[in-house]
């Protein structure tokens, strides 16, 4: 059974940027498709970005395309989430989520990690 650990969360002015990391133990990260989904205050859990376990393809929310980058370096077990120009409407906890084949939806996905805030201010 996989466990993930998200860092890199933090206060940002909008139009900055963070990159936020995903350190995968007890199995390694390249089994499973990854995913990152976030969750604003009062709202439901939204998928952000997945990249899959084979050929590394990458997916993107509408509201994050152009944006934000996901990737993998699964020498360190670790996914990334690069986002850049970043809104106050993108402000949320962001978990990163693992499964063996990538979930339509958010609450489908079988492993969590527990969460890193991000807050963009106007």
């Known amino acids: 059974q996989v466990r993930l650990v998200e860092s890199g969360g933090g206060l940002v002015q909008t139009g900055g940027s963070l990159r936020l990391s995903c350190a995968s133990s007890?199995?390694?990260?390249?089994?499973?498709?990854m995913a990152w989904i976030r969750q604003a205050p009062g709202k439901a859990r939204e998928f952000v970005a997945a990249t899959a376990k084979i050929g590394n393809s990458t997916f993107y929310a509408s509201s994050v395309k152009g944006r934000f980058t996901i990737s993998r370096e699964n020498a360190k077990n670790t996914v990334y989430l690069q986002m850049n120009s970043l809104k106050p409407e993108d402000t949320a906890v962001y978990y990163c989520?693992?499964?063996?084949?990538?979930?339509?939806?958010?609450?489908?996905?079988?492993?969590w990690g527990q969460g890193t805030q991000v807050t963009v201010s106007s």
């Open positions: 007890g199995d390694s990260s390249s089994n499973y498709d």
């Open positions: 989520a693992a499964d063996q084949y990538a979930r339509a939806l958010p609450s489908d996905w079988a492993y």
